[in-house]
């Protein structure tokens, strides 16, 4: 066997380890959340995916520097839990329907808010506490080619309970 060989099989299995203990030390509400959450986009629960959101709910994303959005614009993105029956299937779309339940709770992603921008650290300003954001990013396509759409769901826990507190995608949910 090859150095070369090693390594790359050394790298695979770290990978997989890191993985492994990021979903071991989630959470044990969260990974309930995240299969209830996942159990009711398969079954089209829109009550209860109602209830899994924290509102008003964020539906644009903006990098700083690079987005240049006013606090108008920004605000324009929040929905309030009277619209989401409105917007339900702009959100809870097919191909989210299609993925997510598909999704292990791995593909979550811990957000560092310390480091990021204004976006995270306002989703931040909403959890408990010193709780952590966790942002679930899929990118994808119709065919098998490199996704160019993508969609993201942003959770975090508000008063003792896990919410999804954004989403965002290629296309503005409001016009």
Not at 3 to 16: M, R, S
Not at 100 to 123: A, C, F, N, T, W
Request: charged share 30%; proline share 1%.
């Amino acid at each position: 066997m090859s150095v070369k060989t090693k390594i790359k099989g050394t790298f695979v299995v770290l990978f997989v380890l890191s993985q492994t203990t990021f979903a071991q030390k989630m959470d044990g509400k969260l990974k309930t959340f995240y299969k209830t959450f996942q159990g009711s986009i398969r079954t089209d629960d829109i009550n209860a995916l109602s209830e899994s959101m924290y509102f008003p709910f964020q539906t644009i994303y903006w990098v700083d520097g690079v987005n240049e959005l006013n606090e108008e614009e920004k605000a324009d993105g929040l929905i309030k839990k009277e619209e989401f029956a409105h917007l339900v299937s702009k959100i809870y779309h097919s191909d989210v329907k299609r993925l997510i339940p598909k999704m292990d709770i791995e593909h979550l992603q811990q957000i560092d808010v310390e480091s990021s921008g204004d976006y995270y650290r306002r989703l931040a300003k909403v959890v408990d506490g010193q709780n952590t954001l966790y942002e679930l990013y899929c990118q994808y396509s119709e065919d098998s080619t490199v996704g160019d759409d993508y969609f993201a769901f942003i959770f975090g826990k508000v008063k003792d309970e896990y919410k999804v507190l954004a989403y965002y995608s290629k296309e503005r949910i409001k016009e």
